[in-house]
Every structure is written in structure tokens, then in C-alpha cells.
């Protein structure tokens, strides 16, 4: 279950988010997945800090339970788990909202990335203060 502090946002499957099998494809819900993560950044970071470093994805691990059909309206929530030395977990769930059925679970880890030097950076006291940490895992 997602802790209160997660960001969330809807979105409505659109025709070229489906496959042959006439349902969500899997590289739909990765870009959601990745949507999440970067609509969150932009929406609590200080833009002096988005200047500053970028977020690189090490991995991604899905569990696709339902599927979602073309017109459905999904309801995304994400947040971080624990962070590490410079990589920080991030968690997300998608759901359709007309029936709250969940369709998708994520986790994936992250790696802080110094734009000027394009090495990873360290997750420090700053960026621990931009999200909130501690969150049970969901999966």
C-alpha cells in the first residue's frame, strides 16, 4: 500500500498505448512507470537542484497483474522507499480507476547523476530532504 506522501496523477490509455492482444503493452506501462518518477522529481525538487543533477534508471523490476484496455482511466501513484549511497528506490502503482483493480506494480532504482560531471553523485542530507524515506515495501 502506497504511504500518504506518494504523488499521484491520472491518465487515460490511448489507442497507441495497445498491442495485438488489444490490451495496455508492456512499454506503455514502463513509460507510465517512468512518467511517475519524472512528474514527481519536477513537482518537489527546487529548480536549482533539477539544474543540477539527473536521474538514471539502473532497474526495473514489473509485475503486470490485470490488463488495461484502450479508454481506461489509470490512476498512478509512486514514492521512494530507502535510498542508498547514490542510487534511491522508487515505487509505483497503476490502477484502473473505475474498479480501483490494480494492474501494475514496479520498483526501480534509481542513480543520482551529477549533470556537469555525468558521474553518479551521492545521496545526501539534501536530496533526503526533498522526499520523505521509511516507507514499508509494497511489493
Do not use: C
Not at 56 to 83: C, M, N, Q, S
Not at 110 to 139: C, H, N, S
Request: charged share 25%; hydrophobic share 45%.
Amino acid at each position: 500500500m502506497p504511504p500518504p506522501a506518494a504523488y499521484n496523477f491520472t491518465v487515460r490509455v490511448s489507442p497507441d498505448d495497445i498491442d495485438a492482444q488489444n490490451h495496455v503493452n508492456n512499454v506503455a506501462y514502463l513509460k507510465y512507470v517512468q512518467d511517475a518518477a519524472v512528474r514527481h522529481w519536477f513537482a518537489v525538487a527546487p529548480a536549482k537542484i533539477v539544474t543540477a543533477v539527473a536521474w538514471v534508471v539502473r532497474r526495473h523490476e514489473i509485475e503486470y497483474k490485470k490488463p488495461g484496455f484502450a479508454g481506461d482511466e489509470l490512476e498512478i501513484k509512486t514514492w521512494v522507499g530507502e535510498p542508498t549511497a547514490a542510487t534511491w528506490e522508487r515505487f509505483t502503482e497503476i490502477r484502473r480507476a473505475a474498479d480501483g483493480d490494480l494492474l501494475v506494480s514496479a520498483r526501480t532504482v534509481w542513480v543520482l547523476i551529477d549533470i556537469e560531471t555525468r558521474r553518479p553523485r551521492r545521496v545526501d542530507a539534501t536530496f533526503k530532504a526533498i522526499f520523505p524515506t521509511a516507507f514499508p515495501d509494497p511489493i
